[in-house]
């Protein structure tokens, strides 16, 4: 019995080093002795697949305690370092996307350092597992390794762009990790994965399912249920559109390309009028001229900028207080995979006031860091203050049993029904995320308070979808838009 187990689990382990993956790795391994094993593991004791030989060279894969993992017959397996001469194989790799991120450590959730731009050249330092640690110019940091490829593939790779399927309109991930499929179903095999905000074309839609083109030029079926989808129409006249910044620093260039040279930046929440649309980028009138400024980065919007909430003086002279709700030992509700509530309502409430002040609002927080701040405190640091409107963020949370999700505002005096339905509207319309409505909720936070005040639940992080979606900064931008168009539309001249 103990045979026939060891024998099934051989069987597992040769299955997974058949997997060969067409990541780019910086080094190759030349074989320095004769009838050397290839492992099935990273160690003596696994078995022994087959042999090399010196003088052999193979790309290497992975490299773990003094063995390494490489590419051989078609298959992966482990040799041992000291019987190998390893040599740079590429001492630059260079990005195949526009805005790909680069990490502070080798995770998706870890913070962002900066972003390269496709083309991009990057000197590789180190890696680990799919990620490479990468430097470039003075910043250093890790990028996924399925989005970068050496110069000679990244020529050939621009010159087939052009090969590609219309696009229907584009897709936007809206979970952490998500497996594309060679077919429109569950029972198709994995090939790839994409992950949270990315965005993607898509070139045929069936049964839920969506054919999405992949930064590699490849394509394959993503489920649409873990997908938000902006329509396009390409009937639509441009000219009565306008598009909004997501990022401080954006370029605005002279051509639909980033080859094209910089005409000028941007900061986040900046509109322009759209004068035509050129494949993924849009033409709009920058400083009386004529500049292109790519698609995946601006949020579109229909209606001209006459008809848009100026972003010059709308909120001047009026004072937001913001409360990120709970802090410190009050950690709030808990995410389906542990997420706290109290980091992602001060996550937002930093957006949020970023949005507000380019509006010219003066922003007061009632924290700004990780600390403990009673509600008798907060309701009145409101009270004491010159607030003209105070506005409590926070996300929802219920039991496993209980499938809810959305976002819903609350107010306790009658006369704070207005702000919450005007700021509940647009952050419905920003968003795209199901309406719970505006309802009476007594909480000491508004309750206690002498200024307009609503208490918002911005999602539900009890859902396992909505957790990924609600602590990324794609939402937490967008809903901190809605939230100041609310405010916009609350103090706008009737």
Do not use: C
């Not at 069987?11 to 391994?29: P, Q």
């Not at 409430?349 to 509600?375: C, F, P, W």
């Not at 508004?446 to 909505?466: C, M, Q, Y």
């Amino acid at each position: 019995m103990a045979k026939k187990g060891l024998i099934a689990l051989f069987i597992i382990i040769l299955g997974l080093t058949t997997v060969v993956s067409s990541t780019v790795y910086a080094d190759s391994a030349t074989i320095n002795a004769d009838h050397l094993n290839v492992r099935s593991g990273p160690g003596t004791g696994y078995a022994s697949l087959g042999k090399v030989n010196t003088g052999e060279s193979y790309s290497i894969i992975d490299e773990k305690n003094e063995w390494l993992k490489i590419h051989w017959h078609d298959q992966t397996g482990w040799v041992a370092k000291e019987f190998a001469n390893v040599k740079s194989k590429e001492s630059s790799l260079a990005a195949k996307v526009d805005h790909l991120r680069i990490h502070s450590r080798p995770e998706l959730n870890s913070s962002i350092k900066g972003y390269l731009m496709k083309g991009d050249m990057v000197n590789v330092k180190d890696r680990k597992g799919k990620w490479v640690l990468i430097e470039q110019s003075n910043t250093k940091g890790w990028v996924h390794s399925d989005y970068l490829t050496n110069s000679v593939s990244a020529e050939s790779e621009e010159s087939s762009a052009g090969q590609t399927q219309k696009s229907m309109g584009e897709l936007t991930i809206t979970t952490s990790i998500l497996n594309v499929r060679n077919e429109s179903s569950t029972n198709g095999s994995i090939v790839g994965q994409v992950y949270n905000s990315e965005n993607y074309d898509y070139i045929s839609e069936q049964q839920g399912w969506y054919e999405i083109e992949l930064h590699n030029g490849k394509t394959g079926w993503v489920a649409g249920w873990f997908t938000s989808k902006d329509h396009t129409d390409p009937s639509q006249d441009s000219s009565s559109s306008y598009v909004t910044l997501q990022y401080n620093g954006t370029h605005l260039r002279s051509g639909p390309s980033t080859n094209h040279q910089i005409a000028g930046t941007g900061r986040q929440g900046d509109q322009y009028q759209v004068l035509s649309k050129e494949g993924e980028w849009y033409k709009v009138s920058f400083k009386g001229k004529p500049a292109f400024v790519a698609g995946w980065i601006v949020e579109e919007h229909n209606g001209t900028l006459s008809s848009a909430p100026s972003s010059n003086g709308t909120l001047n002279g009026k004072t937001i207080m913001i409360d990120p709700g709970h802090g410190g030992r009050d950690t709030g509700a808990l995410g389906f995979t542990g997420t706290t509530e109290k980091t992602i309502t001060l996550q937002t409430g930093e957006h949020l006031k970023q949005q507000l002040e380019s509006y010219g609002a003066k922003v007061i927080l009632t924290r700004n860091s990780d600390q403990y701040v009673a509600l008798s405190i907060r309701s009145a640091t409101a009270q004491a203050s010159k607030a003209d409107a105070f506005i409590s963020l926070h996300f929802n949370s219920v039991p496993s049993s209980i499938a809810a999700n959305g976002i819903g505002s609350y107010y306790y005096h009658d006369k704070d029904q207005s702000l919450a339905n005007d700021i509940q509207s647009e952050m419905v319309q920003s968003t795209g995320l199901k309406s719970r409505g505006v309802h009476f909720g007594d909480f000491h936070v508004i309750r206690e308070n002498n200024k307009p005040a609503v208490l918002l639940e911005l999602g539900f992080i009890s859902d396992r979808n909505e957790e990924q979606t609600v602590k990324g900064v794609h939402y937490q931008t967008k809903v901190s838009q809605g939230i100041t168009n609310g405010l916009l539309r609350y103090f706008a001249p009737s």
